[in-house]
């Protein structure tokens, strides 16, 4: 009997057929009736104090049935650090952190509506790389981050903006620089870095009369998607989450956004779709600009040691003038 082959042989994949034909269907391409379409109210503001939200008008623009804001959710999501909200309450901490959002018959009419929707805010000192963040008498982007919820294996300091501080010990740090003929220290920084998928982030939620929910999303995992449900009180058995073909991913689509505050995409159609007991839609599409802004991104950050060393020619390891 002859072995199978792997190695060399050409295996059609499973889904190529309808992603080559364009039979397959994305999340954005799967129709709903009475759909309801969202648009969100985004900061403009990298880091300000929210002091008012005014939605009356919005309310009243011909074709919205829904217009939604932090007041209407004062509560706190994430996954290991329930330091996020679904909607900002008292600040908002990035450019597109949304602040509110209208449910609408049309992408036009919830788009129209949420330009009339009015934020009074006042800036805060922003922070815009970690260094910064780390120094003494930074701005606090948590004031209150003491107070959140959170898993044992995750240490916020309070009065700081270091949502976990690990420390790793393996070995004799020490001893085995002391010991090296050559000790190299530079310092590396490495850029943001942005997914760009090519489908939008997207998602539809719907509620039925008995409560639960429905949710079909572009996300990767949606496991995660569906501890959401914490934030309406729902346990995981009342929420159900379908994950069509997803147009590429990398990690971008992994959870709500860690900032989904990146969340929005899977968050906002649920407070939305209530209100009338119709699924709403959103889409981050706008230019791709919401898809920047608004959900998951690599931080840039950097690393540096500030003991530098120089090696004598015997090899001797000797102390130089210190540097960041």
């Not at 002859?2 to 190529?16: I, K, N």
């Not at 992603?19 to 269907?25: D, F, I, L, N, R």
């Not at 009339?116 to 120094?135: K, Q, R, S, W």
């Amino acid at each position: 009997m002859t072995a199978a082959r792997s190695v060399g042989t050409d295996v059609p994949r499973v889904e190529g057929l309808e992603k080559v034909t364009g039979a397959a269907q994305y999340t954005a391409d799967l129709k709903f009736p009475r759909l309801l379409h969202v648009a969100v109210v985004r900061s403009p503001h990298p880091h300000a104090r929210v002091l008012d939200v005014r939605t009356e008008k919005a309310a009243r623009m011909p074709g919205v049935r829904a217009v939604v804001s932090g007041r209407d959710f004062p509560l706190h999501t994430g996954i290991y650090l329930k330091d996020q909200t679904v909607f900002a309450t008292d600040r908002v901490r990035f450019v597109g952190d949304p602040v509110a959002a209208v449910a609408a018959e049309t992408p036009e009419a919830a788009a129209e509506a949420a330009t009339v929707v009015a934020v009074d805010y006042e800036p805060l000192p922003p922070i815009f790389d970690v260094e910064e963040g780390f120094a003494p008498g930074a701005p606090l982007v948590h004031p209150d981050l003491g107070s959140y919820e959170v898993v044992p294996w995750i240490q916020p300091k309070a009065g700081t903006n270091v949502c976990n501080h690990l420390k790793i010990r393996k070995g004799d740090y020490a001893k085995a620089l002391g010991g090296a003929w050559r000790v190299f220290e530079n310092v590396f920084r490495v850029p943001q870095v942005q997914h760009v998928p090519m489908e939008p982030h997207v998602s539809v939620a719907r509620v039925d009369l008995a409560g639960k929910v429905e949710v079909h999303t572009s996300a990767q995992s949606p496991f995660t998607v569906r501890h959401l449900s914490a934030c309406f009180g729902l346990s995981h058995g009342d929420v159900r989450v379908h994950v069509p073909y997803v147009g590429a991913a990398s990690a971008g689509r992994r959870n709500q956004p860690r900032a989904d505050r990146r969340r929005a995409r899977h968050a906002l159609p649920r407070p939305l779709g209530p209100a009338h007991g119709r699924p709403a839609r959103g889409v981050l599409r706008d230019g791709r600009e919401a898809g920047l802004t608004a959900t998951s991104s690599r931080a840039s950050t950097g690393a540096a040691r500030c003991r530098p060393r120089r090696c004598t020619t015997s090899g001797t390891a000797v102390p130089t003038a210190a540097t960041a």
